[in-house]
């Protein structure tokens, strides 16, 4: 079964300063990849997707991710982290093809001081 | 477009009371999909529909949960004899299968119901 793993449980970064965060999945082939963000009591919204072709993707609010397939890696990026990006982040897989159900790591919580 | 809208977006119940939650898919879609997520998780997948027809099934959802999409527009996701343990966010997403087009394969999530059971 595939999986996803979000090795930073809590990231603090300072407002200004750059912010990677990691995302490695377990998969029999290469899946279809997501980043979601989520703030407090809200629903998930979509970052970025990669689907096939450039590995280096741009999404909303100046995030990119760079699918590494000899890592198994979907690692998002900001070169400039603003307060507003708090939130908590979530990277998914689901099945190329049929692309149902996604599966979620288990989130990275970010923390931007002032 | 206006979004997948959820209702309601907070449940306070107490056990063994029956809830039922709905959801409203973006209009175009025909993929809708309902996932559970619990504190400090991500979401978990419980099932999903394809316009009418229910297609795949966790093995999260017990007999106590039934989901319908009568129509293949809206869904509800129904919990009976709600125990303590069903406490969460219950998310609905939407997507569509077609062929081409940026958005297709991409699921888009409503706000969330929070169940809490007492």
């Known amino acids: 079964a595939q999986s996803v793993t979000q090795p930073d449980i809590h990231i603090t970064v300072s407002e200004g300063a750059s912010l990677e965060l990691r995302c490695n999945y377990s998969?029999?082939?290469?899946?279809?990849l997501f980043w979601y963000v989520q703030s407090p009591g809200q629903g998930l919204q979509l970052l970025l997707k990669y689907f096939s072709g450039d590995t280096l993707v741009q999404g909303i609010k100046g995030f990119e991710a760079e699918f590494k397939r000899s890592q198994s890696s979907f690692n998002l990026r900001k070169p400039s982290v603003h307060w507003s990006d708090a939130a908590e982040y979530f990277c998914a897989v689901a099945l190329t093809g049929t692309a149902s159900k996604l599966t979620f790591g288990t989130g990275t919580r970010l923390q931007v001081t002032l | 477009d206006t979004g997948v809208s959820q209702d309601p977006r907070h449940k306070i119940t107490k056990r063994g009371q029956n809830v039922t939650f709905r959801c409203d898919p973006i209009?175009?879609?025909?993929?809708l999909y309902w996932y559970r997520q619990t504190l400090g998780q991500g979401p978990e997948f419980l099932t999903y529909f394809q316009n009418e027809a229910q297609l795949e099934k966790s093995r999260l959802l017990s007999d106590r949960f039934s989901a319908e999409r009568p129509k293949g527009s809206f869904s509800t996701l129904e919990i009976q004899r709600t125990e303590q343990g069903d406490s969460a966010m219950y998310l609905c997403?939407?997507?569509?299968?077609?062929?081409?087009?940026?958005?297709?394969?991409?699921?888009?999530f409503g706000p969330g119901t929070r169940l809490t059971v007492l």
């Open positions: 998969y029999g082939a290469t899946p279809y």
């Open positions: 997403a939407s997507s569509y299968s077609g062929t081409s087009g940026r958005a297709r394969n991409t699921q888009y």
């Open positions: 209009s175009e879609h025909n993929r």
